[in-house]
T-cell receptor, first 115, second 111 residues
Framework: GAVVSQHPSWVICKSGTSVKIECRSL??????MFWYRQFPKQSLMLMAT?????????EQGVEKDKFLINHASLTLSTLTVTSAHPEDSSFYIC???????????FGQGTRLTVV | LAKTTQPISMDSYEGQEVNITCSHN???????ITWYQQFPSQGPRFIIQ???TKVTNEVASLFIPADRKSSTLSLPRVSLSDTAVYYC????????????FGAGTRLFVKA
């Protein structure tokens, strides 16, 4: 199946700093990617839809100025958590597909810890 | 997007067949039913997808009745490594459509 890779797998940062997470579709082109956040023992929560070459669409309650999403190419989307705080500590997951009519493939996730 | 309801948790023993049922009363005509598996600290992994009747692949079967208001994921002869959370999703085929996750079913397989 198609492979979606996230980098880094885990990151620890100081409060107030920014962290960038990359999501790459390794063997296919993805016009749309999705970003999720997952807290312990909870389900995945959709944060935003990332479309190549255009602005991301954020779900209600997600601060677009805090979670910057860039989808510069058909194989790369990035999520930048700006001015991170301990409450932003979570598991961030991206997904991508190679078109409608196919299933979504998920990255392995990135564990962010803000200290 | 149709809402789904699944049991919060299930227990099973190695070698048993496990059936997880998902209710989706408001499923739309063009909605697909997709199941994902998630292990701790990993992204979800696609298991199976169907539209109606029965779908089978190398890891699971998916049974969908004629009214499509529910579906059942069947895992034959589970092993300890099948302990995970299983999510039932309903919507436009997940590719290209935003995928909303419900609470999922936490399956615990015991020796």
């Amino acid at each position: 199946g198609a492979v979606v890779s996230q980098h880094p797998s885990w990151v620890i940062c100081k409060s107030g700093t920014s962290v960038k997470i990359e999501c790459r579709s390794l063997d296919f082109q993805a016009t749309t990617m999705f970003w999720y956040r997952q807290f312990p023992k909870q389900s995945l929560m959709l944060m935003a839809t990332s479309n190549e070459g255009s602005k991301a669409t954020y779900e209600q309650g997600v601060e677009k100025d805090k979670f910057l999403i860039n989808h510069a190419s058909l194989t790369l989307s990035t999520l930048t958590v700006t001015s991170a705080h301990p409450e932003d500590s979570s598991f961030y997951i991206c997904s991508a597909s190679y078109g409608t009519g196919t299933e979504a493939f998920f990255g392995q996730g990135t564990r962010l810890t803000v200290v | 997007l149709a809402k789904t309801t699944q049991p919060i948790s299930m227990d099973s023993y190695e070698g048993q067949e496990v059936n997880i049922t998902c209710s989706h009363n408001n499923i739309a005509t063009n909605d697909y039913i997709t199941w994902y598996q998630q292990f701790p600290s990993q992204g979800p992994r696609f298991i199976i997808q169907g539209y109606k009747t029965k779908v089978t692949n190398e890891v699971a079967s998916l049974f969908i009745p004629a009214d499509r208001k529910s579906s059942t994921l069947s895992l034959p002869r589970v092993s300890l490594s099948d302990t995970a959370v299983y999510y039932c999703l309903v919507g436009g085929n997940t590719g290209g459509f935003k995928t909303i996750f419900g609470a999922g079913t936490r399956l615990f397989v015991k020796a």
